[in-house]
């Protein structure tokens, strides 16, 4: 029950409210919000820009549904769910996170480790998640609770032997410290001339962004008592792709992600034009920083293109809610004694010999 599609629901979900923070404080920059809304509007947004880009610590709670549906030509049909749900809280280095969202194409690679390291090391929090997957096969439940602290990543053995299926006798913690470790990598040649450290293209600084995306104020509300301003944004998912400005941005990056993109835009045609996403958020009055934001995600494309040789429809939907507090407030984590923690590098160093 516990698959490997599974396993990366997971891992994406945990590295994605790992750096939350970091894509909240770049957000929609670059955006000409005054080409598509009301002057006061367009001020509003871009104080909240400003504001998020600044915010280096945060509380969070989040819930998540997911659904694929492949129905078959004769009838039949199959179906899985996902409901993740978690909180947490986060901080991290905010100037390094700047620095990150500054990476060109002419950024030199040891200052692109530089960065990378600087945030990997710097980010403190603690998360909790509860995974539930559902389909014709039964149900199946995974708690996963993590550890974050200046460079040492931990999980709980409840974590692991959810993930593993073992039992984990004796060991109540188990992490890996990374402090160190991007040095250890970059004097190992052959480790070090694959690795390829480049931000994904910014999609609020292509040209033409504005003329994919549709952005309407609804009437104001409240978030945990807070009063916020409600903005729907809403993306042209086939048009976005069809962009010349994202084609030349990606083929610039000259690596795997380039090839990609290329092949995705060739197989994947027939999926963007069935394909829908749309972003709710919520921003504080006052204060102008981002308290909720709800993305829901839907596409449907023919079953052949899937692998399914009987044909049929596949589709899936997704749903993600978060709700962020605290901002710029400080987070603490405490590191059981007894926590088992491999030093990386030590690690690298060892395999290498």
């Known amino acids: 029950m516990f698959n490997r599609t599974l396993n990366l629901l997971i891992a994406t979900c945990l590295l994605l409210l790992a750096c939350a923070g970091?894509?909240?404080?770049?957000?929609?920059?670059?955006?000409?919000?005054c080409a598509i809304l009301s002057e006061s509007d367009c001020q509003l947004l871009e104080a909240n820009e400003e504001a998020m880009w600044y915010v280096n610590s945060f509380a969070v709670a989040f819930a998540a549904t997911g659904e694929t549906t492949y129905a078959n030509r004769a009838g039949g049909s199959e179906q899985v769910t996902?409901?993740?749900?978690?909180?947490?809280?986060?901080?991290?280095?905010?100037?390094?996170?700047?620095?990150?969202?500054?990476?060109?194409?002419?950024?030199?690679?040891?200052?692109?480790?530089?960065?990378?390291?600087?945030?990997?090391?710097?980010?403190?929090?603690a998360l909790s998640v509860t995974v539930v997957e559902s389909?014709?096969?039964?149900?199946?439940?995974?708690?996963?609770?993590?550890?974050?602290?200046?460079g040492v990543y931990l999980v709980d053995a409840t974590t692991l032997e959810s993930l593993s299926g073992e039992a984990m006798d004796g060991v109540e913690w188990l992490g890996v410290d990374v402090n160190g470790a991007m040095e250890t990598i970059m004097a190992m040649p052959d480790i070090a001339a694959s690795i390829d450290i480049t931000p994904m293209p910014n999609a609020a600084d292509l040209e033409g962004i504005e003329q994919v995306l549709t952005i309407t104020r609804l009437p104001d509300s409240e978030v945990n008592g807070v009063a916020v301003a409600v903005f729907d944004y809403e993306f042209d998912v086939p048009a976005f792709f069809k962009l010349p400005s994202l084609s030349e941005a990606m083929m610039q990056?000259?690596?795997?992600?380039?090839i990609t993109f290329a092949l995705l835009k060739v197989r994947m045609s027939d999926m963007l034009d069935n394909t829908q996403l749309s972003v709710r958020s919520y921003v504080g009055l006052e204060d102008f920083y981002t308290y909720r934001a709800i993305a829901d995600f839907a596409m449907e494309l023919d079953g052949e293109s899937m692998g399914y040789a009987s044909g049929g429809v596949a589709s899936a939907q997704f749903s993600i809610d978060v709700v962020m507090t605290e901002h710029n407030q400080p987070v603490e984590v405490e590191i059981p004694e007894d926590a088992f923690i491999l030093p990386l590098s030590l690690l690298l160093q060892m395999g290498s010999q």
């Open 82 to 125: 996902l409901d993740i749900r978690g909180s947490g809280q986060m901080a991290f280095d905010a100037e390094a996170a700047a620095d990150w969202s500054t990476i060109g194409a002419d950024t030199p690679q040891a200052e692109r480790v530089d960065i990378f390291d600087r945030i990997l090391t710097s980010i403190v929090g």
């Open 135 to 150: 389909s014709s096969e039964g149900t199946s439940e995974t708690s996963i609770n993590a550890l974050m602290d200046s």
């Open 253 to 258: 990056l000259q690596n795997e992600d380039a």
């Open 22 to 33: 970091l894509s909240a404080q770049s957000n929609y920059e670059g955006i000409d919000y």
